[in-house]
């Protein structure tokens, strides 16, 4: 089963669930647009954010995100090279409501941070649901 979403636009997840994965691909257009070349992406730092759409409220900071590559296009051709991914915990998810998200990329060169990229630019819309039921998988 596969328990990701590669809808960039939004995202759905149970109250106090773990999955799905929120991904994000880096498809080539957009990489061609910010010029984010593969050898910049071996030494990138890649965290999550999340605000409440209503207060503005932080409800996630800069945690941790997941940097994926797919080394088999021929296997697993619908997939992207590249994806940015989080995987929520159940008190991250503790509260249903509207959110917004966004992932970022710090490029790092020789240890020293050399630029950054905020994505997606519109915000992934994150809606966490009531639920009566726990989905996660440790």
Do not use: W
Not at 60 to 83: G, P, Q, S, V, W
């Amino acid at each position: 089963m596969d328990y990701s979403t590669f809808n960039t636009k939004s995202f759905i997840i149970g109250k106090n669930s773990t999955y799905p994965l929120l991904k994000f691909p880096l498809i080539q257009q957009l990489r061609d647009k910010y010029d984010i070349s593969d050898d910049m992406l071996e030494n990138v730092a890649v965290t999550f954010s999340m605000v409440d759409a209503e207060t503005g409220v932080y409800r996630i900071a800069n945690k941790a995100a997941h940097f994926l590559i797919n080394d088999d296009i021929e296997k697993y051709y619908d997939e992207e090279r590249y994806t940015l991914a989080f995987k929520f915990t159940t008190s991250q998810t503790r509260k249903a409501g509207n959110y917004l998200g966004e992932f970022k990329l710090d490029f790092i060169e020789d240890g020293v941070s050399c630029g950054k990229i905020t994505l997606p630019m519109n915000k992934i819309m994150i809606r966490i649901t009531d639920s009566i039921t726990k989905t996660s998988v440790e």
